[in-house]
């Protein structure tokens, strides 16, 4: 069965950093696309960054490019999102997921709907 838990987040200042961990089982992370998501209290679900399968190319929100890595290390089975510079905007529950392909394809679309294969969520709380 598939299933995905995240772990890393937590409370940290303006300027900041965290390196958050989505912990594959049931699957292999080089056989489908897996996205990071985040949601803010009073706001919609948000795409945060995704890494490709296929190829290994990653794409980000544009809140986020600069200042977030996604990687993924397949001998852990283990999909990271390194966040640097964080701002109190970044202030989310943020989640992993798995899509039903190799591709990126939707992780910025609102409700993600390729992606059908959630973790839990890790809260990120950034101060200002």
């Known amino acids: 069965e598939v299933q995905l838990v995240e772990s890393g987040g937590g409370l940290v200042q303006a300027g900041g950093s965290l390196r958050l961990a989505c912990a594959a089982s049931g699957f292999t992370v080089d056989d489908y696309a897996i996205g990071w998501f985040r949601q803010a209290p009073g706001k919609q679900r948000e795409g945060v960054s995704c890494?490709?399968?296929?190829?290994?190319?990653?794409y980000y929100g544009d809140s986020v490019k600069g200042r977030f890595t996604i990687s993924s290390d397949n001998a852990k089975n283990t999909v990271y999102l390194q966040m640097n510079r964080l701002k109190p905007e970044d202030t989310a529950v943020y989640y992993c997921?798995?899509?039903?392909?190799?591709?990126?394809?939707?992780?910025?679309?609102?409700?993600?709907?390729?992606?059908?294969?959630w973790g839990q969520g890790t809260q990120v709380t950034v101060s200002s």
């Open positions: 890494i490709d399968s296929s190829d290994g190319s990653t």
């Open positions: 997921a798995a899509a039903l392909s190799y591709y990126c394809y939707g992780y910025g679309q609102p409700g993600a709907p390729d992606f059908r294969s």
